[in-house]
C-alpha cells in the first residue's frame, strides 16, 4: 500500500493531468510516469514541475511522461492505481486511444519496451553474477590466496553456472510469461508456452549452431531444435499466443472453457511456434544482429561512434527500450554485450555535460537541478540531466551527443565488451570486473571529459535561451 507522501503526489499528478477521465492508460518504464491522455492541451505544466519528486516532463505520440526517477515511479504507479487510475493495457484501447499515441512504429516500439522491462531485473541479476564470477575466477585474485583456476572444484563451477546460464537458457520462457501479461493473455500458459520451446528433449540452439547437434526434420525440410536464448520467435509467439487464446474463449461455452481453451491454445501454439513462426523469425534475428554488428564492425571505430553519439537521442523518443532485444540477444549467442560500454560513454558524456552546466551558471534554480542530475546520470539514469538540463540549452546535449561519439569510438577500438546488461555508468563497473575494468573507466572518463570541456567552452552561457 502506497504511503501518504505518495499518495499526495499522485493526486497532484491526477488534478495536474485533468483529472481520471483524461487519462486513456498508464504504464511506467524504469524512471518515468508514462500517461496516454486525450486532450494535451488541459494539463498544467507548471503544476506538474511543482510537484514534489518530479524531475521534468515531456509530450510524444500522445503519451505525456513525468519524469520520477528509479524506484520512485514504481512507488507512484501505485498510489495512481490505489487512487482510481486505470492502468488499462493499451492494446486493448479502444479507437480514440490509437489516434492519440502516434505512428504503428511508435506503437509498436512501444510494445517492445512494456514487454522487455518487465523481465530487465533478472537479466541485471543475471549480469552481476557473471561480473562476479569473472572477479572472483581471475588468475590474479586467485593468487592472492595461493590458488590458480585449477584449484576452483567442479562443484562451485557448477553452481555458478545455474547463477549465470539459468536467465538465457530459460529466456524464451520469460519472454512469453512478459508478453502473454501484456497482450491480455494468461501469463501461466505464457510459461508453459515457453518451457515447450526450450524442452530438453529437442536438440539445443547452441547445439545445432555449434554443430554438436541435429535438428529434428519435420516433413522433409523443416529443421526444428530449441529455442533456447531465442528472443524474437517468443516475442512473436507471445503475441499471437495471448490473441489466440482470447479468441477462443469467446466462442468456446463457459462450460468447457476450462478445459478445452488451454488445450486448443497451446496446440496451435507450438504448431506455429516450432513450423512457422520459430523457422521465420529466428532467420530475421539472425540478419538483426548481422546488422548491428556490422555497424559495431565499421572500421576505424565509426560504428562505435555512430551508436554513440546517437544513443541519448534515442533514450529522448522513447524507444531505447527496443534495444533490448539486441543485446539480449547478443549475451545469449556470444555471452557478450559491446553495446554496453558504447552506452555507458554517452551516457557519462550527458552527465559531463550536465556538471559543466552546472559548474558555470550562477543561477541558483539551474544548479539545483544540474547538479542532482549530474549524479543521476553517472547513475545510469540520464533523463533528469537531458530533459531538466541539457536539452533546455540545446547546445549541451549536443555536445553531450559528441562525447558519447568519442567515447563509443574508444570503446569499439579497445574491442571493450560488458557481461551483461541495463545497468551503466558508474553501477556499470560491475559488468567488467576482469581485465576489462580500467579499459572501462577510461572510456566513460573520456566521454565524461570530453563533454565537460566542450559544454564549459561551447555550450553553455548564462542567459541562453531555454528550449
Given at each position: 500500500?502506497?504511503?501518504?507522501?505518495?499518495?499526495?503526489?499522485?493526486?497532484?499528478?491526477?488534478?495536474?493531468?485533468?483529472?481520471?477521465?483524461?487519462?486513456?492508460?498508464?504504464?511506467?518504464?524504469?524512471t518515468?510516469?508514462?500517461?496516454?491522455?486525450?486532450?494535451?492541451?488541459?494539463?498544467?505544466?507548471?503544476?506538474?514541475?511543482?510537484?514534489?519528486?518530479?524531475?521534468?516532463?515531456?509530450?510524444?505520440?500522445?503519451?505525456?511522461?513525468?519524469?520520477?526517477?528509479?524506484?520512485?515511479?514504481?512507488?507512484?504507479?501505485?498510489?495512481?492505481?490505489?487512487?482510481?487510475?486505470s492502468a488499462t493495457s493499451k492494446y486493448e484501447l479502444k479507437e480514440e486511444a490509437s489516434q492519440q499515441e502516434g505512428s504503428k512504429l511508435k506503437r509498436l516500439i512501444r510494445v517492445f519496451g512494456d514487454v522487455f522491462v518487465p523481465i530487465?531485473?533478472?537479466?541485471?541479476?543475471?549480469?552481476?553474477?557473471?561480473?562476479?564470477?569473472?572477479?572472483?575466477?581471475?588468475p590474479q585474485m586467485l593468487s592472492i590466496f595461493g590458488l590458480t583456476p585449477e584449484d576452483i572444484s567442479q562443484n562451485f563451477i557448477t553452481f555458478t553456472e545455474v547463477l549465470t546460464d539459468t536467465a538465457f537458457a530459460f529466456l524464451p520462457v520469460l519472454v512469453c510469461w512478459s508478453a502473454f501479461k501484456v497482450f491480455g493473455g494468461s501469463p501461466l500458459l505464457g510459461i508453459l508456452l515457453g518451457l515447450m520451446l526450450v524442452h530438453p528433449s529437442l536438440p539445443t540452439a547452441w547445439e545445432v549452431a555449434?554443430?554438436?547437434?541435429?535438428?529434428?526434420?519435420?516433413?522433409?525440410?523443416?529443421?526444428?531444435?530449441?529455442?533456447?536464448?531465442?528472443?524474437?520467435p517468443a516475442f512473436i509467439m507471445g503475441f499471437l499466443g495471448a490473441h489466440i487464446e482470447k479468441r477462443l474463449r469467446r466462442v468456446i461455452p463457459p462450460t468447457f472453457d476450462l478445459i478445452i481453451t488451454p488445450f486448443l491454445s497451446l496446440l496451435l501454439m507450438i504448431f506455429l511456434a516450432f513450423f512457422i513462426v520459430g523457422p521465420i523469425f529466428h532467420g530475421i534475428e539472425i540478419l538483426?544482429?548481422?546488422?548491428?554488428?556490422?555497424?559495431?564492425?565499421?572500421?576505424?571505430?565509426?560504428?562505435?561512434?555512430?551508436?554513440?553519439?546517437?544513443?541519448?537521442?534515442?533514450?529522448?523518443?522513447?524507444?531505447?527500450?527496443?534495444?533490448?532485444?539486441?543485446?539480449?540477444q547478443l549475451l545469449a549467442d556470444t555471452g557478450w554485450n559491446p553495446i554496453n560500454p558504447i552506452g555507458s560513454a554517452s551516457i557519462c558524456a550527458q552527465a559531463g555535460a550536465a556538471l559543466a552546466v552546472a559548474i558555470k551558471t550562477k543561477q541558483a534554480k539551474i544548479k539545483a537541478i544540474a547538479y542532482p542530475s549530474t549524479v543521476s546520470a553517472l547513475l545510469g539514469i540520464t533523463e533528469p540531466a537531458i530533459f531538466g538540463v541539457n536539452l533546455r540549452f540545446m547546445k549541451p546535449f549536443l555536445m553531450g551527443l559528441v562525447g558519447g561519439g568519442v567515447g563509443g569510438f574508444l570503446a569499439t577500438i579497445l574491442q571493450l565488451k560488458g557481461t551483461g546488461m541495463s545497468i551503466t555508468a558508474i553501477?556499470?563497473?560491475?559488468?567488467?570486473?576482469?581485465?576489462?575494468?580500467?579499459?572501462?573507466?577510461?572510456?566513460?572518463?573520456?566521454g565524461f571529459a570530453v563533454a565537460f570541456l566542450l559544454t564549459w567552452l561551447f555550450g553553455y552561457k548564462d542567459g541562453m535561451l531555454s528550449k
Open positions: 500500500m502506497a504511503s501518504k507522501e505518495y499518495k499526495k503526489i499522485a493526486s497532484e499528478i491526477l488534478e495536474a493531468v485533468g483529472g481520471s477521465d483524461n487519462i486513456i492508460s498508464m504504464a511506467h518504464c524504469a518515468r510516469l508514462r500517461l496516454v491522455v486525450r486532450d494535451r492541451d488541459i494539463i498544467d505544466d507548471e503544476k506538474i514541475e511543482a510537484t514534489d519528486q518530479v524531475k521534468g516532463f515531456f509530450f510524444t505520440s500522445g503519451q505525456y511522461q513525468i519524469i520520477l526517477g528509479t524506484g520512485i515511479v514504481n512507488r507512484v504507479y501505485e498510489a495512481m492505481e490505489e487512487i482510481g487510475v530487465i531485473p533478472a537479466l541485471v541479476a543475471t549480469g552481476l553474477f557473471m561480473g562476479m564470477r569473472g572477479l572472483i575466477t581471475q555449434e554443430g554438436t547437434g541435429d535438428p529434428l526434420v519435420f516433413f522433409g525440410f523443416i529443421e526444428v531444435s530449441g529455442y533456447q536464448g531465442s528472443v524474437l538483426m544482429l548481422s546488422g548491428v554488428e556490422f555497424i559495431l564492425g565499421l572500421p576505424l571505430g565509426i560504428g562505435g561512434f555512430l551508436y554513440g553519439a546517437l544513443n541519448q537521442i534515442i533514450v529522448v523518443t522513447g524507444i531505447h527500450h527496443a534495444l533490448n532485444l539486441i543485446e539480449i553501477p556499470g563497473i560491475l559488468l567488467y570486473l576482469n581485465d576489462q575494468i580500467l579499459l572501462y573507466l577510461l572510456v566513460c572518463s573520456v
